[in-house]
């Protein structure tokens, strides 16, 4: 039952990096936020300042009300979970988890009944023998993330906890520890640099560039509507094309569509499923490669003058390399500055014929 | 691979190497025991003409050997102690702490065995000699420290610098205070190499004899010293070579004790291997 608030939180590194600038974000109770981002994007050391082992230069955190910004680790009420699991190796499973009850004065059969609890919740019941060293990758994982949960953070911390494991066991832990999360309403915060993870997690997903915010919403929010052209690069396939805008009407490269703004540069963003192919020998593109997943194609084009744009298409049979086409977007949006300048619809694009066929 | 052993060639360069090797160092050994073991032995006879106990009787029953003994023992404890409790802090500060001269520091405890000891020890002497620390147990215990500096920071601050970080931090997460976890997770990671750095430098205690000698002399004497005084001034050999014998123990201690340290293979994991 905890809020987590973060205002104006900057971190400039003694080699002048400044690895997080003016960072605001607050973490509603029960919640789980997502920070993702490019690597060096400031991450973890956003997530290692809430954690306490990094000093914010300037800023303010707090927990439930209560100003953490000065109080070292050990006194916080945050648990983090650690991207190489950093279990103690010297010790079993069970004074791994033991340790810090033990510091806290809890009693020895509490202890035992807390730590049991604990492993049973993550799929690890009668393990706590076992040395650390002759674990899994994915149970050393599991264990690590016990170790936080059985004392009742009020805020969990995890940077990257799934990064070293293959993609199958990742894709498992992510539902595991979503379940548990939801389950024990626990208030998180996220670090991961997959989107797949951040789409498929996260109440809310918070894109980071270069220390700073582009963009808070909802998963969904943040991916039909990103509200910068980083953003639009950054979640799934986006095309983003540089091009001028006049008279209502954008252009590049002998490529046209109307674009009610105002005259200027601009960049013209479509999702590959939302760009509908046409066979024309006039064509503003050309066809470079077609790549058959089965339940659908993925086509590279060309423009004239060689930037490259890619489709879905529903039968790629029906296109071949060199062939000339005509591009007919049903869903676009428009970026200049750095900022959401136009968008056709607010609503979902139609399910693209490619996904229904499928 | 048993066959093709027995069949290569012999390796004769290895062969008398190994050989002279086994003669130089377990010759004297065995001569030095045999003298231990021997209550007669002229000039032209192989063997002695009569074993016995009677020198170590003889030898054991000297009040200034067990005082000897004693003297040891609790100089190499005293020193080996002082010397963790000083070095291995420092030691961590060095591996996990920059501060200015930090490099020039570290160095400096090299360049201590970098030049002929004994001069530096002469002039060490001098310099107890107007601390009236000449001739007392503290003086031995000081220059002893010195000699153990090496071992006791170089040794430890790669076992501790192999010591993962975020380990560390995950101790601070749950609620360990910096000294818990210095107490709970570092040392205990570090624990093998270090247990190695205390035994050399118990067992170079107990040995040294250079420092022992010119700052300890003659009311302090280690085990080593009144041995090589029963040596230069004893016409009978067997006290020397029973004392030499005695001498042998903490040796095979610390043998047994480095070869479960290594067997372990954590101490090769302290050095990063
Ligand atoms: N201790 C440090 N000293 C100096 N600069 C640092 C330090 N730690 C991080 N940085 C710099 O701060 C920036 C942000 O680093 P951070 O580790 O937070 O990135 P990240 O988003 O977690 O990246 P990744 O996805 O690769 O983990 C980077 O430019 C990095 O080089
Ligand atoms: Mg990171």
Same mark, same amino acid.
């Given at each position: 039952?905890?809020?987590?608030?973060?205002?104006?939180? $900057?971190?400039?590194f003694p080699n002048g990096t400044?690895?997080?600038?003016?960072?605001?974000?607050?973490?509603?109770?029960?919640?789980?936020?997502?920070?993702? &981002?490019?690597?060096?994007?400031?991450?973890?050391?956003?997530?290692?300042?809430?954690?306490?082992f990094e000093t914010?230069?300037?800023?303010?955190?707090?927990?439930?009300?209560?100003?953490?910004?000065?109080?070292?680790?050990?006194?916080?009420?945050?648990?983090?979970?650690?991207?190489?699991?950093?279990?103690?190796?010297?010790?079993?499973?069970?004074?791994?988890?033991?340790?810090?009850?033990?510091?806290?004065?809890?009693?020895?059969?509490?202890?035992?009944?807390?730590?049991?609890?604990?492993?049973?919740?993550?799929?690890? &019941?009668?393990?706590?023998?076992?040395?650390?060293?002759?674990?899994?990758?994915?149970?050393?994982?599991?264990?690590?993330?016990?170790? $936080?949960?059985?004392?009742?953070?009020?805020?969990?911390?995890?940077?990257?906890?799934?990064?070293?494991?293959?993609? %199958?066991?990742?894709?498992?832990?992510?539902?595991?520890?979503?379940?548990?999360?939801?389950?024990?309403?626990?208030?998180?915060?996220?670090?991961? %640099?997959?989107?797949?993870?951040?789409?498929?997690?996260?109440?809310?997903?918070?894109?980071?560039?270069?220390?700073?915010?582009?963009?808070?919403?909802?998963?969904?929010?943040?991916?039909?509507?990103?509200?910068?052209?980083?953003?639009?690069?950054?979640?799934?396939?986006?095309?983003?094309?540089?091009?001028?805008?006049?008279?209502?009407?954008?252009?590049?490269?002998?490529?046209?569509?109307?674009?009610?703004?105002?005259?200027?540069?601009?960049?013209?963003?479509?999702?590959?499923?939302?760009?509908?192919?046409?066979?024309?020998?006039? &064509?503003?593109?050309?066809?470079?490669?077609?790549?058959?997943?089965?339940? %659908?194609?993925?086509?590279?084009?060309?423009?004239?003058?060689?930037?490259?744009?890619?489709?879905?298409? $529903?039968?790629?049979?029906?296109?071949?390399?060199?062939?000339?086409?005509?591009?007919?977007?049903?869903?676009?949006?428009?970026?200049?500055?750095?900022?959401?300048? %136009?968008?056709? $619809?607010?609503?979902?694009?139609?399910?693209?014929?490619?996904?229904?066929?499928? | 691979?048993?066959?093709?052993?027995?069949?290569?060639?012999?390796?004769?360069?290895?062969?008398?190497?190994?050989?002279?090797?086994?003669?130089?160092? /377990?010759?004297?050994?065995?001569?030095?025991?045999?003298?231990?073991?021997?209550? /007669?032995?002229?000039?032209?006879?192989?063997?002695?003409?009569?074993?016995?106990?009677?020198?170590?009787?003889?030898?054991?029953?000297?009040?200034?050997?067990?005082?000897?003994?004693?003297?040891?023992?609790?100089?190499?404890?005293?020193?080996?102690?002082?010397?963790?409790?000083?070095?291995?802090p420092a030691a961590y500060a060095f591996a996990r702490l920059d501060f200015p001269g930090r490099n020039l520091l570290f160095f400096s405890?090299?360049?201590?065995?970098?030049?002929?000891?004994?001069?530096? #020890?002469?002039?060490?002497?001098?310099?107890?000699?107007?601390?009236?620390?000449?001739?007392?147990?503290?003086?031995?215990?000081?220059?002893?420290?010195?000699?153990?500096?090496?071992?006791?920071i170089?040794?430890p601050v790669a076992?501790f610098q192999a010591v993962?970080r975020?380990?560390e931090e995950?101790?601070?997460?749950?609620?360990?205070?910096p000294?818990?976890?210095f107490?709970?997770?570092t040392?205990?990671?570090?624990?093998?190499?270090?247990?190695?750095?205390?035994?050399?430098?118990?067992?170079?205690?107990?040995?040294?004899?250079?420092?022992?000698?010119?700052?300890?002399?003659?009311?302090?004497?280690?085990?080593?010293?009144?041995?090589?005084?029963?040596?230069?001034?004893?016409?009978?050999?067997?006290?020397?070579?029973? #004392?030499?014998?005695?001498?042998?123990?903490?040796?095979?201690?610390?043998?047994?004790?480095?070869?479960?340290?290594?067997?372990?293979?954590?101490?090769?994991?302290?050095?990063?291997?």
């Amino acid at each position: 039952m905890s809020v987590l608030k973060i205002k104006d939180v $900057s971190k400039i590194f003694p080699n002048g990096t400044t690895a997080v600038d003016s960072f605001s974000l607050d973490v509603a109770d029960g919640e789980l936020v997502c920070l993702l &981002g490019p690597s060096g994007s400031g991450k973890s050391t956003l997530l290692r300042m809430v954690g306490g082992f990094e000093t914010p230069t300037s800023g303010l955190m707090t927990i439930d009300g209560e100003d953490i910004t000065n109080v070292p680790p050990e006194k916080r009420p945050t648990g983090m979970v650690f991207q190489s699991h950093a279990l103690w190796t010297h010790m079993n499973v069970f004074k791994n988890l033991a340790f810090g009850l033990k510091l806290r004065k809890v009693a020895a059969p509490e202890i035992k009944r807390r730590v049991e609890g604990v492993l049973e919740l993550v799929g690890l &019941g009668g393990y706590g023998t076992r040395a650390v060293t002759q674990l899994s990758g994915g149970q050393q994982q599991r264990v690590a993330l016990a170790r $936080s949960l059985v004392l009742e953070p009020k805020i969990l911390l995890l940077d990257e906890p799934f990064a070293s494991l293959d993609q %199958h066991l990742r894709e498992r832990l992510r539902e595991e520890v979503r379940d548990i999360q939801q389950r024990l309403k626990i208030t998180t915060l996220f670090v991961t %640099h997959g989107q797949d993870e951040a789409l498929s997690m996260a109440d809310r997903i918070v894109v980071m560039r270069d220390g700073k915010t582009e963009q808070i919403d909802r998963p969904d929010v943040v991916y039909r509507e990103p509200q910068t052209p980083f953003v639009a690069g950054f979640i799934g396939t986006m095309n983003l094309i540089e091009g001028v805008v006049s008279n209502g009407v954008f252009s590049k490269a002998g490529y046209s569509t109307p674009l009610p703004v105002s005259d200027g540069p601009a960049i013209l963003a479509v999702r590959p499923e939302a760009l509908d192919l046409t066979a024309s020998t006039t &064509g503003q593109g050309k066809v470079h490669r077609v790549t058959d997943y089965g339940t %659908h194609g993925l086509v590279d084009l060309e423009l004239k003058d060689g930037t490259r744009v890619k489709a879905m298409v $529903s039968h790629p049979d029906l296109f071949q390399p060199g062939q000339g086409v005509s591009l007919a977007p049903r869903a676009i949006a428009a970026y200049r500055d750095g900022k959401v300048i %136009h968008r056709t $619809s607010a609503v979902a694009p139609a399910p693209h014929p490619a996904l229904v066929d499928a | 691979m048993a066959a093709t052993l027995a069949y290569r060639k012999l390796d004769w360069t290895g062969i008398v190497l190994a050989a002279v090797l086994t003669l130089v160092i /377990v010759l004297p050994l065995v001569v030095v025991g045999t003298w231990a073991f021997t209550n /007669v032995w002229r000039y032209p006879s192989v063997i002695p003409q009569e074993f016995g106990l009677r020198f170590w009787n003889q030898t054991l029953a000297r009040a200034d050997v067990w005082s000897s003994i004693s003297m040891s023992l609790t100089l190499s404890f005293t020193v080996t102690a002082l010397s963790a409790a000083i070095c291995l802090p420092a030691a961590y500060a060095f591996a996990r702490l920059d501060f200015p001269g930090r490099n020039l520091l570290f160095f400096s405890f090299l360049a201590g065995h970098a030049f002929p000891k004994f001069g530096l #020890l002469v002039a060490i002497a001098g310099i107890f000699l107007q601390l009236n620390l000449i001739g007392t147990f503290w003086g031995v215990v000081l220059i002893q420290l010195v000699g153990t500096l090496l071992f006791m920071i170089w040794i430890p601050v790669a076992a501790f610098q192999a010591v993962d970080r975020r380990m560390e931090e995950a101790a601070r997460d749950v609620g360990a205070s910096p000294f818990r976890v210095f107490w709970s997770i570092t040392l205990p990671q570090a624990g093998p190499t270090i247990a190695a750095a205390i035994l050399l430098s118990f067992v170079g205690t107990f040995y040294e004899t250079e420092g022992a000698w010119l700052i300890g002399a003659p009311q302090v004497r280690t085990l080593p010293v009144l041995m090589i005084s029963f040596i230069n001034n004893q016409p009978v050999i067997q006290y020397g070579a029973v #004392l030499s014998v005695l001498l042998w123990v903490p040796s095979f201690i610390a043998l047994l004790f480095a070869r479960k340290v290594v067997n372990s293979g954590s101490f090769a994991r302290g050095f990063g291997g």
